[in-house]
């Protein structure tokens, strides 16, 4: 038995060996997924190839956080049946939250043609492995001749598959379960336009001008029954490296949708918020606990959305913002309700390679709840980090949210929570 095992876990050493050995660095036509991805929106648009033969690139991300800390609410009492109060904060103090970990998957299957899949290793929300997305990148149609159609896809890239759709730039630079390294910050913003829906993407990019239209079902979970239909989302945009120390990037990007069953588009983050169990209830339910310090503005039938991201970067000072306003109803309602969502951040990067920066954003979101109530929610941090490589960062942060509004018989009123996090975060 002893031998046997021996035996297994040598040729396992070598197999993983010779795939290590195997792999690329980097492929064509997708970003890197350390630091040098960090302003790096859009996977590239490269015409230069560097494709022999099927290659296959391995990667992932691991994080662990230190959380520090400490929520308050006045709601009233509620009690079940049980006699529980259901408006009592769950006790939360310093610990070590869930470590995550994402595997990822990157294959150039043909000149001009890549996958990406993305697997969730560890998150809150599965206990077991589960794939969380991917999609099929297509820069050059040589696979129905060499050289089709090259003049235009010069500037044009597709995109089919199932994974996050290309809304807005807050996205594109998020935590996604262990994927951290590019955020700068611990959490994710306050109202989280992110899901992983089926869609097909086509781009066209020329002298710093973005265009892009997507399609989509707006489902998180598919299944042949029960109607929907089609979700049209779209970006407009400029990012221009003016000068060797100025870059501008300003896009617009809008999302609509007329009927679906189920509207994930707020809530479709499987990982969870990144703050754990803060202004959560001890009664609350798993699915609750996953969007704790979020805000989900409860759209469940139809839903129209905009973002505007302006990004400015000067040296190492570095600007990005959202102005963001969705309006939707439930399945109970017949007037459409506004949620706008506000938010700055401001940053200085510096260091030999900018391998460390400090800064601070403004989070705001605005609305009116079902019930009638109009609230707001407001969050600030304040932090930095340090790269210690271009594939290890640790960042430390303070954080402080507060909540306006809400009814007497809700958990958040007049609440807030406060205090540390330190997250330590690997990606390659």
Request: aromatic share 14%.
């Amino acid at each position: 038995m002893k031998r046997n095992l021996l035996k297994a876990s040598f040729i396992a050493a070598l197999a993983i060996t010779s795939l290590l050995q195997a792999q690329e660095n980097q492929l064509d036509n997708l970003k890197p997924r350390d630091k040098r991805g960090l302003t790096v929106f859009e996977n590239p648009k490269d015409t230069v190839s560097t494709f022999d033969h099927l290659r296959v690139k391995v990667g992932g991300a691991f994080a662990l956080q230190f959380q520090g800390i400490k929520h308050e609410s006045n709601a009233t009492p509620v009690f079940n049946a049980a006699g529980v109060n259901t408006n009592q904060l769950y006790p939360i103090g310093n610990n070590i939250n869930l470590p995550t970990a994402n595997l990822d998957l990157d294959v150039a299957l043909y000149d001009g043609v890549n996958l990406h899949l993305r697997t969730f290793l560890s998150s809150r929300h599965h206990t077991d492995t589960y794939v969380k997305g991917g999609y099929l990148q297509i820069d050059k149609l040589d696979f129905i001749e060499k050289g089709f159609a090259e003049d235009l896809m010069k500037y044009t890239t597709i995109k089919i598959g199932q994974d996050q759709i290309n809304y807005g730039d807050a996205q594109l630079r998020r935590t996604d379960n262990a994927y951290a390294i590019l955020n700068p910050f611990v959490g994710n913003y306050l109202m989280d336009a992110y899901a992983t829906f089926p869609f097909a993407e086509v781009y066209y990019r020329r002298n710093g001008v973005i265009v892009m239209g997507g399609i989509t079902n707006g489902k998180l979970n598919q299944t042949a029954t029960g109607g929907t239909s089609p979700g049209i989302y779209g970006k407009l945009g400029y990012d221009k490296q003016l000068t060797n120390d100025l870059r501008i990037r300003l896009t617009g990007s809008v999302y609509n949708i007329a009927r679906a069953p189920r509207l994930d588009f707020y809530n479709g983050d499987r990982a969870g918020s990144r703050y754990y169990f803060v202004m959560e209830n001890t009664a609350a339910t798993s699915a609750d606990q996953m969007r704790s310090g979020m805000v989900d503005p409860d759209f469940q039938n139809t839903m129209t959305s905009f973002m505007i991201n302006p990004f400015v970067k000067y040296k190492g000072l570095e600007f990005f913002g959202i102005f963001e306003s969705a309006s939707g109803r439930n399945l109970a309602e017949t007037e459409r309700r506004t949620y706008n969502q506000y938010a700055a951040e401001l940053l200085y990067r510096f260091g030999n390679t900018e391998n460390f920066y400090f800064g601070g954003r403004y989070n705001k979101v605005d609305g009116k709840l079902v019930t009638g109530q109009d609230i707001s929610v407001d969050r600030f941090n304040v932090g930095g980090g340090w790269f210690m490589t271009k594939n290890i960062l640790t960042k430390l942060e303070y954080v402080n949210q507060t909540y306006d509004g809400y009814p007497t018989t809700n958990i958040r009123y007049d609440g807030k929570f406060n205090g540390f996090v330190l997250e330590a975060v690997i990606a390659f």
